[in-house]
C-alpha cells in the first residue's frame, strides 16, 4: 500500500491550497477516507472524511465552511480543497482510511502546509 501526499506549502493569511493524495495497492474505493493533520509535538488529528461514494463527508469545527473533502475513485485520489488559511491550519497534512471505519494504512510522507500573517 502507498499514499502519496501532495500540494502544501507556504502561504498567507487568508490564502488557499489544495491538497492531493494519490493512492495505490489499497482497497480504495471499499474505504472511507480522511485527511488528517499532526503539529508536533501533537498526534495526527482527524480534520475531514469522506464516504466510499463521496456523498458523506465530515468536517471538525475549526475548518467547517473552509475545507473541502473530495474524492476520485477512477484515480484513486483524495483531495483537500483549503480555504481562508489561518495559522492554526499550519501542520504536516497526511491522507489515510478513515480510523472510525476501516483499518489505517502505512502512512505516506505527509505534505507541510505553513501559513503566515
Known amino acids: 500500500a502507498r499514499l502519496v501526499e501532495s500540494g502544501g506549502g507556504l502561504v498567507q493569511v487568508g490564502g488557499s491550497l489544495r491538497l492531493s493524495c494519490a493512492s495505490s495497492g489499497i482497497s480504495f474505493r471499499s474505504n472511507d477516507m480522511a485527511w488528517y493533520r499532526q503539529t508536533p509535538p501533537r498526534q495526527r488529528g482527524l480534520v475531514a472524511t469522506?464516504?466510499?461514494?463521496?456523498?458523506?463527508?465530515h468536517y471538525v469545527d475549526s475548518v467547517k465552511g473552509r475545507f473541502t473533502i473530495s474524492r476520485d475513485n477512477a484515480k484513486n485520489m483524495v483531495l483537500l480543497e483549503m480555504n481562508s488559511l489561518k495559522p492554526e491550519d499550519t501542520g504536516e497534512y497526511f491522507c489515510?482510511?478513515?480510523?472510525?471505519?476501516?483499518?489505517?494504512?502505512?502512512w505516506g510522507q505527509g505534505t507541510l502546509v505553513t501559513v503566515y500573517t
Open positions: 489515510n482510511v478513515a480510523v472510525a471505519t476501516g483499518r489505517l494504512e502505512t
Open positions: 469522506i464516504s466510499r461514494d463521496g456523498s458523506v463527508t
